[in-house]
Every structure is written in C-alpha cells, then in structure tokens.
C-alpha cells in the first residue's frame, strides 16, 4: 500500500511541466519578454508576479503555443514548443485575462459548446455542463447570457471552460484581478482544488498575497526579465532577515531618527508618505534592540515599533524600488 | 442560490468540486466535421439570442429593392415592371456580396474578445472555427435571397427560368458569397478595429458593386470603364444570375462564376488560415 502511493507521489512530482531557457519576445523595439528561463515541477503552483506590462501574459501566451518566441526554447512535459503544438495543446487549457467565452450565449451553451469541442457527445457534454455549473455554484445562472454574469460569475464561468476536461497544464492569466474578496477565495478554492487533483498551475498575478497564498514557487518579473525566483519563504529571506517599522510620535524627530538608525543598522531608512513611519531593512537582528534603545536615550519617543520577517510587498519593494501595481503611474501607488 | 464555497461553505460542495474536477474523462478529439458542426450550432444560437443581426439579410435586401427599383426604373427603363426584370437579379447579388463581410465582423470580435485565443489552444482542426461560421452565413445568404426573391414576385418579377433558373441562380450566389467571404475573414484577422474593417469593406464593396452591370447595361459606359466592368467579379456574377433566372444562361457564364470562386478561395482560405494560426 504504501509503495503504492510512494510510486504515484513520484509520478506526480518527478518530472518537468514546463522548462524555458532564454525565451525572448520582442515588440518593435520593445523587448517585452527578454531571456526568460522557467523550469517548473509537475503537479505545483508557479506564481509570476509582476506590475502590469512586466512581460506576465505574453510568457504565458508563448508557452501556451498562442505567440512565436522571437528567441529561447521551452519544451511543455516534454514537447518542443516549436515543433509539437498539437501533443501541447491537447494538455493545456489558458484562461485568459478577459473572460474568453461567447458572451451572447448561455453560460450553459457555453459549456456545451467546450465539451463538444473537447470531443464529448452530445449527450455527454450536456451533462458534463450540467456537472461544473453545479460545483461552480452557477445553475441558477446556466440559462442566461454570459454578458448579464456578475464578474466573479464570469470568471467562474471562464475557469469551468477551461476545466472541462481536466488540463494537465492550466495557464491562468490574473484570475482575480478585478474581484471582490469573496468572489476572490471563490477562484483560490477552485485552483487548490484543481491542484489536488494534480493539474499544474501557472498563474500571473499582481497580488502579492495571491502568490504567497498559491505558489509553490515564484518568479518575479519586471521589465521582461525574471529577477528573483523560489519559494515565498526564500524570496522574503533573500531580502534581509526583517524589516523594522518605527513609528514617532512626533515628525520633529523625523531627521535624527533616520540618522541614528541608518548609522546603527547600516542601511538605508524608507520613508513613506508620512515623516513619522520608518522603515529598514535589517540584516543583523541583534542589532534592532540596541537601535531602539539608542532612540530612546536621545529622547525620541516611539508610539509603536515592529519587527519580522519582509512581507512580498517589501520583497518587491527590495527587488524593483517600487511596490508592485506601480510602474508608469506611481500615483496608483502600493499594492 | 447556494453558495458552493465562501464563508459559510458546505463540505458537500467542496466535495462536488473536487469530484467535478478529477471525474472528468478525457474523450478523444473531435473531428474535423463535429467541430464544424459544433461552431455552425455557436453561430445560430448567436442568431437566437441576437436577432438583430439579421436585419442586414431581412430589412436591408427590402430597402434595396424597393429604392432601386422605384428610382431608376422610370429612368432607366421606362417602367419599373419592365427594370424589375433587368434589376432583381444584378441587386440579389449585390446585397448578398455586400453582407458577406459581417463574417470577418464576428471574427473581428472574437479576436478581440479573447474566446479566438481559448479556440486556438484547443486540439481541433483549427479551420472548424471559419468553415463552422461560414456555413451558418450561407443560411444567411438564402434567407436574403428568398426575401428578396419573394418581394419580387409580388413586384412583378416575372423570370422565365423558373423554378430550376431560380434555384441554379441562388446556388451560383452562395457558392460565390462563400468563396468571397474569406477575403473579410482575412482581412478581419489583420485590421485592429471592427470599425477599420468596416471602412475597407466599404471602400471595396461600393465601387465593386455600383461598378458593375447590376444597375445598367455596361455599353453605355465609356470604353475604359466598361473594361473594368466585364472583369468585375460581380459583373461576371450579375451575369449568370441573370442567365439562370431568366432561362438563357449558358456555360461559359457559370464556368466563369466557378472559376472566380475558385481563385478567391484558394488565395483567401489558405491566407485566412495562416493568419488565424500565427496572429501573433
């Protein structure tokens, strides 16, 4: 019995979704994508994480077999991405960034239409419809049409025609972006579902805690190129052992407090929008209590302090010197 | 309705779920023909929940008709009873050519939607996706033709063909519309903007149709135009329809329709396909 599942755990695990090595895709002058290497285990969740127009989507759309790389190569369990499209193709399903389905048609006929495509029967697709508007919370909605869906209908709608038959590999394009909370865990509960079956996900998001939440592992990717890679607890460690947020009581102590600080914990002071909230990096934690003393004995008073390890926002922060979600318009700010 | 998951989330539904998504059977891919099939039943339940996109083949062919016949005929032919004979045939073609390009429309929108990228990561005969929606426009095209036809016979149309030119008129038109078609599906592959194509297929149709000898005889034309007129494609067309209906068709004029067709399709389909597997 148990080698059984011994067996079946290393069939699950062992063995390569997707491996990249230097794709490259260029628009015009624009490197959109630029030399990205992905290797990404069977079976797991891989997060891309990155603002908007860091080169998310057209990774997943060359990897989906929807856009010729102009350079690398990248073989989907196994298949060369330039020369075996169809053996891909039928081992993927993409859901893309817009709800890709017909949206004069039923969320019913849309189903159907999948299954057939799929190469149900007639009859078998209606009730392979009738089964996922079910486990998606959708047959009261089955005989209406897409466009009068709520967006996190839609969304659900999207991902069940994805899943009609269960992929292998399921391209996610930022599920939730644009959701509401609830309709987001709604999404979340679907993919660890399909995890759990043993479908590979690859998804992009701009949510910090949607990457930690999901992903097994993750890459950072900004301006076409992936600059940090690996568990979420490895790309916080990456940043420094914590962060410590200081906060004043009184913004007139503002510019001797950043002093001190830098000057005992050896590196650079963040300063938000507002004086008296203070952040830094800290490599050495042995070194955050004599900090805060050292403010104390120069008389700055501190209404409230914290230390841990780096959330992915301040990993991104670190990694791109700009919070994620902010790139051309840093007015739209944090994430 | 209940909610499957969220808060108050019930096991048996998530047990639903997970069921819903590991039960599924993997069935083989359909063939080229179900695919079709499958794409043709799309474009009718498109029909169903849009109506309105049927009044390019209803009201349109009866505004037609009735504009031109009662505008020019006086003119032209001194009677419109009389140019209703010249007339129908040539404007049965015209208005068909012309809604041919709401094939590259839906297309168009499909790419811009998203679904065209969820067809082309599927495994089937990609072409299914185009031959599917084009099956469904040639139920299109009859439909106008028969409006149309049916009009003019409460007009005084009067052909000579009966049943059988009738018939052959309306088969040589949607063989040709058909073929005709992949130029807008090829174009709309290529053009940004639903309203883009729109001015294209404007800028071609317009002159081709008005260009023609659907409204008058071509030998009153000056000589260079009337060049232009009898390689028009929808000259050519015009012509046999008219032959067919009117019972003094012959080969060369049918032949000649097929092999249009012919060469439209062939550049076009090939083109059309091409494009839709590598847009990028």
């Known amino acids: 019995m148990k080698n059984v599942r011994d067996v079946r755990e290393q069939q699950n695990t062992v063995g390569w979704a997707i491996e990249a090595k230097g794709l490259v895709k260029i628009y015009g002058k624009h490197r959109a994508v630029d030399g990205v290497d992905l290797a990404i285990r069977k079976g797991t969740v891989y997060g891309f994480l990155g603002p908007n127009g860091a080169g998310k989507t057209t990774t997943i759309r060359m990897l989906a077999t929807l856009t010729k790389p102009d350079g690398g190569s990248a073989r989907i369990f196994g298949h060369d991405l330039s020369k075996e499209g169809d053996a891909i193709r039928s081992r993927i399903s993409m859901t893309g960034q817009y709800a890709s389905i017909d949206e004069d048609l039923t969320g019913m006929e849309n189903l159907v239409m999948m299954a057939r495509l799929m190469g149900y029967k007639r009859k078998a697709a209606k009730v392979r419809a009738a089964e996922l508007l079910m486990a998606f919370g959708l047959e009261e909605a089955a005989k209406r049409q897409v466009k009068n869906y709520s967006g996190g209908m839609r969304r659900r709608i999207d991902i069940a025609a994805s899943i009609v038959v269960t992929p292998d590999l399921l391209f996610l394009d930022e599920p939730t972006t644009g959701l509401d909370p609830r309709s987001r865990n709604?999404?979340?509960?679907?993919?660890?579902?399909?995890?759990?079956?043993?479908?590979?996900?690859?998804?992009?998001?701009?949510?910090?805690?949607?990457?930690?939440q999901l992903a097994d592992r993750i890459a950072v990717i900004n301006h076409g190129k992936i600059i940090a890679e690996g568990t979420s607890s490895e790309l916080k460690a990456s940043v420094g052992s914590g962060t410590l947020n200081v906060q004043l009581v009184d913004a007139a102590d503002h510019k001797m407090a950043?002093?001190?600080l830098e000057k005992k914990l050896s590196a650079p002071v963040h300063v938000s929008g507002d004086a008296t909230l203070l952040s830094a990096q800290v490599d050495n934690s042995g070194l955050v209590a004599e900090a805060l003393s050292d403010l104390s004995k120069e008389g700055i008073v501190i209404s409230d302090f914290s230390f841990g390890r780096p959330s992915l926002d301040e990993v991104f922060l670190t990694l791109t010197g700009h919070t994620a979600g902010e790139e051309s318009k840093p007015e739209e700010g944090t994430a | 309705m209940t909610d499957f998951i969220g808060q108050n989330s019930s096991r048996t539904q998530e047990i639903q779920l997970q069921d819903s998504i590991a039960s599924s059977e993997?069935?083989?891919?359909?063939g080229a023909l179900a695919s079709t099939l499958t794409f043709a039943t799309r474009a009718l339940l498109r029909i169903k929940h849009v109506p309105e996109q049927m009044f390019d083949v209803t009201v349109f062919p009866i505004i037609f008709l009735l504009m031109f016949t009662y505008l020019f005929g006086g003119a032209i032919a001194g009677s419109t009873a009389e140019y209703l004979q010249f007339l129908l045939p040539g404007i049965l073609v015209m208005t068909v050519s012309q809604i041919t390009m709401y094939t590259g429309?839906?297309?168009n929108n499909d790419i811009r939607k998203g679904i065209f990228d969820r067809f082309r990561t599927l495994p089937i005969w990609l072409p299914s996706a185009l031959v599917g929606a084009l099956l469904v426009d040639v139920v299109r095209y009859s439909m106008a033709s028969a409006i149309m036809i049916g009009l003019g016979f409460v007009l005084g149309f009067r052909p000579e063909g009966g049943v059988t030119g009738i018939f052959g008129a309306i088969m040589l038109i949607l063989v040709f519309s058909f073929s005709f078609s992949w130029i807008w599906t090829a174009v709309g592959l290529v053009v940004r903007s639903e309203k883009s194509l729109m001015m294209i297929s404007f800028m071609v149709l317009f002159p081709l149709t008005f260009v023609s000898n659907v409204f008058v005889d071509p030998r009153t034309l000056p000589s260079w135009l009337q060049s232009f007129v009898e390689v028009n494609p929808i000259s050519i067309l015009a012509t046999a329809v008219r032959g067919a209906m009117h019972g003094t068709s012959t080969i060369e004029q049918v032949v000649w329709v097929l092999v249009v067709s012919v060469i439209m399709t062939a550049i076009f389909a090939p083109l059309t396909i091409y494009l839709y597997r590598n847009k990028k």
């Open chain 1, 186 to 212: 709604q999404v979340w509960d679907i993919i660890r579902a399909l995890v759990n079956s043993g479908t590979t996900v690859l998804l992009t998001t701009q949510y910090l805690d949607e990457a930690d």
């Open chain 1, 258 to 260: 950043v002093d001190l």
């Open chain 2, 26 to 30: 993997r069935p083989k891919p359909p």
């Open chain 2, 105 to 107: 429309i839906d297309l």
